[in-house]
T-cell receptor, first 114, second 117 residues
Framework: QQQVKQSPQSLIVQKGGISIINCAYE??????FPWYQQFPGKGPALLIA?????SEKKEGRFTISFNKSAKQFSLHIMDSQPGDSATYFC?????????????FGEGTQLTVNP | EPEVTQTPSHQVTQMGQEVILRCVPI?????FYWYRQILGQKVEFLVS????????KSEIFDDQFSVERPDGSNFTLKIRSTKLEDSAMYFC???????????????FGEGSRLTVL
């Protein structure tokens, strides 16, 4: 119930294309859903986050779509660039646990070809 | 830009040895965390620390692990008797507030790679 399932494991997209990464969760107590971007040799860095009171959040080329009834959320990267090549992790947190634990998905390795 | 710094970047140790991983969180942050990432796998929560005590710990964080904030700037993770399966990248993180709040963004360090032989 604490798990967050992420797919695909890897994704190859052409420059200018749309990258879509999906996550699903079971525990309805989750109430905060961030996406993290990790470059090789670096720690994860927050990219964008959403709470369940909205169905979509957009920041520049990055959009989170959230479907509360389906318990799914996804990251869309528009106009993907080679510099977006990284590993992306979805995550979830719940206020019930004092909001201190992030549960991460398995990660998606994105490659954007020039 | 303020950042979380971790030392050492890589440590090789023999099974059964004690290891201490060190972190300097961002100065005005109040919440501190350790996560680990076994090679090729997902990032896993170990422990959170606030107000000089553990807020929450995962099933991974057993009696072999301990955390400490020995002074006003450092935050350490100690593994008393390392096992082969402790080999991983250990990330320290800090946040200004609870994770789910707008000011609760986690800032991760670059990690300390631990190799247990």
């Amino acid at each position: 119930q604490q798990q967050v399932k992420q797919s695909p494991q890897s994704l190859i997209v052409q420059k200018g294309g749309i990258s879509i990464i999906n996550c699903a969760y079971e525990n309805t107590a989750f109430d905060y859903f961030p996406w993290y971007q990790q470059f090789p040799g670096k720690g994860p860095a927050l990219l964008i986050a959403i709470r369940p009171d909205v169905s979509e959040k957009k920041e520049g080329r990055f959009t989170i779509s959230f479907n509360k009834s389906a318990k799914q959320f996804s990251l869309h990267i528009m106009d993907s660039q080679p510099g977006d090549s990284a590993t992306y992790f979805c995550a979830a947190s719940m206020r019930e646990t004092s909001g201190s634990r992030l549960t991460f998905g398995e990660g998606t390795q994105l490659t954007v070809n020039p | 830009e303020p950042e979380v710094t971790q030392t050492p970047s890589h440590q090789v140790t023999q099974m059964g040895q004690e290891v201490i991983l060190r972190c300097v969180p961002i100065s005005n942050h109040l919440y501190f965390y350790w996560y680990r990432q076994i090679l090729g796998q997902k990032v896993e929560f170990l422990v959170s620390f606030y107000n000089n005590e553990i807020s929450e710990k995962s099933e991974i964080f057993d009696d072999q692990f301990s955390v400490e904030r020995p002074d006003g700037s450092n935050f350490t993770l100690k593994i008393r008797s390392t096992k082969l399966e402790d080999s991983a990248m250990y990330f320290c993180a800090s946040s200004e507030n609870f994770v789910y709040l707008d000011t609760g963004e986690l800032f991760f360090g670059e990690g300390s790679r631990l190799t247990v032989l």
